[in-house]
């Protein structure tokens, strides 16, 4: 193709098709154009093409990957990643206390996703420090929860996915939002753990999901995003509601503990509820349907009060 070029005047066209070829040569023309977003630590990753290997190292990135469109191109998951179903038959690398890095590598993967909030940072910086792409997920608020499906859709390669599943989870919510913007408040405490006792600020999502329906969280403005508190605090603070989230046999007894207490306004309203873990728990767009279910409760408690 040079020979020929060579053979043309020295004119505008011929320039033009110089530059187009010397393009092509090393940087492979417009198809290899590098595939760009930023993550939640605000680093800037780049693909060459869309993801075709992927690594989930949590629970949540492994469900937003299956929503993306991208299932069929994780390779491997972590612990207690069971939505889909589909996604407890992959291999596991290892939880938020210990991942087996060495396995991570022999699957070469071409992407690893990371929680912000849940794996280690030093581990997963040997891998990048190799080459290995690590994009990390931190969602904050509803906004986060749509813009992480779009960047996951895209990096995987499946752009027509993500786009519309966000545009309709906040529409979604914009319509429960305004459900609930003039309901009378309910004061809500809510459980994250028994021993140590442990809630959530305002920064979390879980709390979001609780201003939304309407609730006000008693311990909002602690500085931490899961603080530490006492029984006292709680007896104090004396909420309308208690609220925790997991299975009856395991998280019940959470709930039942308070019952000691007859004075609080949670417990002689009987404003104890429990809450489907896997919807409210984990900030995917399935967050929308444990939003719901949560403002079902508060309606509830508000009915009570």
């Given at each position: 193709?040079?020979?020929?070029?060579?053979?043309?005047?020295?004119?505008?066209?011929?320039q033009?098709?110089l530059?187009?070829?010397?393009?092509?040569?090393?940087?492979?023309?417009?198809?290899?154009?590098a595939?760009c977003?930023?993550?939640?630590?605000?680093?800037?990753?780049?693909l060459?093409?869309?993801?075709?290997?992927?690594?989930?190292?949590?629970?949540?990135?492994?469900?937003?990957?299956?929503?993306?469109?991208?299932?069929?191109?994780?390779?491997?998951?972590?612990a207690?990643?069971?939505?889909?179903?589909?996604a407890?038959?992959?291999?596991?690398?290892?939880?938020?206390?210990?991942?087996?890095?060495?396995?991570?590598?022999?699957?070469?993967?071409?992407l690893v996703?990371?929680?912000?909030?849940?794996?280690?940072?030093?581990?997963?910086?040997?891998?990048?420090?190799?080459?290995?792409?690590?994009?990390?997920?931190?969602?904050?608020?509803?906004?986060?929860?749509?813009?992480?499906?779009?960047?996951?859709a895209?990096?995987?390669?499946?752009?027509?996915?993500g786009?519309?599943?966000?545009?309709?989870?906040?529409?979604?919510?914009?319509?429960?939002?305004?459900?609930?913007?003039?309901?009378?408040?309910?004061r809500?405490?809510y459980?994250v753990?028994?021993?140590?006792?442990?809630?959530?600020?305002?920064?979390?999502?879980?709390?979001?999901?609780?201003?939304?329906?309407?609730?006000?969280?008693?311990?909002?403005?602690?500085?931490?995003?899961?603080?530490?508190?006492?029984?006292?605090?709680?007896?104090?603070a004396?909420?309308?509601?208690?609220i925790?989230s997991?299975?009856?046999?395991?998280?019940?007894?959470?709930?039942?503990?308070?019952?000691?207490?007859?004075e609080?306004?949670a417990?002689?309203?009987?404003?104890?509820?429990?809450e489907?873990?896997?919807?409210?728990?984990?900030?995917?767009?399935?967050?929308?349907?444990?939003?719901?279910?949560?403002?079902?409760?508060?309606?509830?408690?508000?009915?009570?009060l």
């Open positions: 193709m040079t020979e020929c070029l060579s053979r043309l005047p020295l004119t505008g066209t011929r033009r098709l530059m187009v070829l010397l393009a092509t040569l090393f940087v492979g023309g417009p198809a290899a154009a595939l977003e930023t993550d939640d630590l605000n680093t800037r990753l780049c060459d093409t869309p993801a075709q290997r992927v690594v989930s190292l949590s629970p949540g990135a492994t469900e937003w990957l299956f929503t993306a469109g991208a299932g069929d191109q994780v390779v491997a998951v972590s207690w990643s069971d939505y889909p179903e589909e407890a038959k992959l291999p596991q690398v290892g939880d938020s206390n210990r991942l087996d890095l060495e396995a991570i590598v022999g699957l070469e993967p071409d996703v990371a929680w912000v909030d849940g794996n280690s940072r030093e581990q997963l910086g040997r891998l990048s420090a190799i080459g290995i792409p690590v994009f990390w997920l931190a969602p904050r608020d509803f906004e986060d929860i749509a813009h992480t499906i779009e960047r996951l895209r990096l995987t390669g499946h752009p027509e996915t786009e519309p599943l966000a545009e309709a989870f906040l529409s979604e919510l914009a319509t429960l939002r305004t459900t609930y913007a003039q309901r009378q408040p309910v809500v405490f459980q753990w028994h021993a140590p006792l442990m809630t959530l600020n305002n920064d979390e999502l879980i709390s979001k999901a609780i201003a939304l329906c309407g609730g006000v969280n008693v311990f909002g403005d602690l500085p931490r995003l899961v603080p530490r508190i006492s029984t006292e605090s709680v007896l104090s004396n909420p309308d509601a208690i925790t997991g299975s009856p046999d395991q998280n019940q007894p959470w709930l039942d503990y308070w019952r000691q207490f007859p609080l306004a417990v002689a309203n009987g404003n104890l509820f429990l489907p873990p896997t919807l409210l728990a984990r900030p995917t767009l399935r967050l929308l349907e444990g939003t719901r279910h949560l403002c079902r409760s508060l309606e509830q408690a508000r009915a009570r």
